[in-house]
């Protein structure tokens, strides 16, 4: 997105999302790449390829336990769109991958739900509500924006560089 476009977005945003554009203009992310997908379950796997395929070996190093986590987060992202959400009744979702300085940042947009968003539950043994629970043990930071009619949820993780080494 342009500045002019962050401008843009800004002034339609609640402080706290504009926060979280922010927070990413400041730190200089740069989009390595998106991928849009049908939203059904056979969709899951080409997320994980991905998200291998965009951060190693420029990003993480291979078998580096972050990439099994940020992959059990972008499963569970994914998972929600197409659960929860119109990406899941003949929709598409979109995971999108950035690299900022000691950071890399995933996000999944998805087709919206009639104005419910995602909420962390308390879960009781044997029940389901566990998702966000494991995104916000292994992500840094998480979180969501509205994005139209759907919405945003984007999980960080510190990676020492954050950058391709040369
Ligand atoms: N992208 C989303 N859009 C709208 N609502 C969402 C979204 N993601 C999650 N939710 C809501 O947040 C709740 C909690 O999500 P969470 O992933 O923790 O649990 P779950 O998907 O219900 O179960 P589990 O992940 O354990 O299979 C969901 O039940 C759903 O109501
Ligand atoms: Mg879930």
């Known amino acids: 997105m342009t500045l002019a ?3 843009e977005r800004k002034g339609a945003m609640t402080s706290g999302e504009a926060r979280d554009v922010w927070t990413a203009q400041e730190n200089a992310m740069e989009l390595l790449g998106a991928l849009t997908l ?4 056979r969709s899951v796997p080409y997320v994980r390829l991905f998200l291998r395929d965009t951060f190693v070996p420029g990003y993480v190093a291979p078998g580096d336990e972050l990439l099994a986590d940020m992959a059990l987060v972008v499963d569970e992202l994914a998972a929600n769109g197409i659960r929860h959400t119109a990406s899941g009744k003949g929709g598409k979702f979109t995971i999108s991958l950035w690299a900022g300085r000691g950071v890399l940042r995933a996000e999944v ?7 419910a968003r995602p909420v962390v539950r308390t879960v009781p043994e044997g029940e389901s509500g566990r998702g966000l629970h494991i995104v916000g043990a292994l992500a840094s930071r998480w979180g969501y924006r509205p994005e139209g009619a759907g919405t945003t949820v984007w999980a960080e993780f510190p990676v020492r560089g954050g950058r391709p080494q040369g």
């Open 5 to 7: 476009g962050i401008e």
């Open 109 to 115: 947009t998805d087709d919206g739900a009639n104005g």
């Open 38 to 41: 049908p939203g059904i379950e």
